[in-house]
């Protein structure tokens, strides 16, 4: 071993980087995964992988970089185009340069995102969501169930504290106070990849302590948040979690994010509403619709109940006349 070439680790190194450098001098478009994303000084660091899409195991994984001088113009770029911001669990297709560095290792140059890639990857598991629950059969089951007639408690899931949440209760509490409903909160998470476990994890308790509470189902369901950036939304875009609601006899309305942003939860829910607001605005409609329908109601009986009076009076007299002219 003594007369084998020695070199030292950095010319070792080094060479391996000059090898990298002529080999992978040109960018190529390269699909992965977001593992993870920090930003510091105004550079991307970044955690690429690849996964097996038959067990999702890691199958390939390094570092990336968005360098500060060129990050404004491809971030923005990227999040203009798609309206989505750059984040974690996203799949992205970048185009990429190696890069060795003997000190810091391997790495990869991120010198542009496909925004349109990202866009199409969000709408197709959307769109396969929707056929397994169109083939199950469950995509319309919760839509066709009856309105309930009256609605006197309610449960409502929504983020802890969300901005959506307070323009909920505004209205909510003004009905609560008027004793015409109740509204019963749970809180869940809403993004990051634990947003529908934990919707599902609130509602499995919500309902428990409920059956112990009151004995029966709640008259409506309710799950609302604010508006936000597609990727935080596409987290609820949840096959299990889509199922479960489709499954309810209780009627779910959803209110989540704003007019133009629409989930799984939106195809599937007896009313879909834009707009956490426009949810209470529909309640108290409803409650108002049933209840001018219940003084209508009223009106007519009693309108119906007079003519009848008035009838049998008319029927009476005219039997009395009778009744004289017989005796006579």
Known sequence: MQDDLQLSLKEYLSTVQEVVKITFDTPVWVKAEIRNLNIKAGHYYLELAEKDPDNDQVIASC?????????????????????IELSRDLKVLIKVKASFDP??????????????YTLGDIARRYQQIVER?????????????????DLNRILVIAPEKAAGLGDFKKDADALQKAQVCEFIYHSATFQGNTAAQSIMQSLAQALKQWAQTYHNAPDLIVIIRGGGAVNDLAYLND???AALLCKRSVPVWVGIGHEKDRTILDEIAHRSFDTPSKVIAGIRNHIVELTQEVLNNLQSIQRLSQQQIQAYQNQNEQYLKQIQNLAN
Request: hydrophobic share 35%; glycine share 8%.
């Open 63 to 83: 570092r990336a970089t968005i360098w500060k001088f060129a990050a404004q113009k491809i971030v923005t770029q990227f999040e203009r185009e798609s309206g």
């Open 239 to 241: 096959y299990a979690l």
């Open 133 to 149: 629950l169109t083939t199950e059969g469950l995509i319309d089951r919760n839509k066709n169930l009856p309105t309930p007639f």
């Open 103 to 116: 000190q810091y290792g391997f790495s990869l140059n991120i010198t542009e995102i496909d925004s349109g």
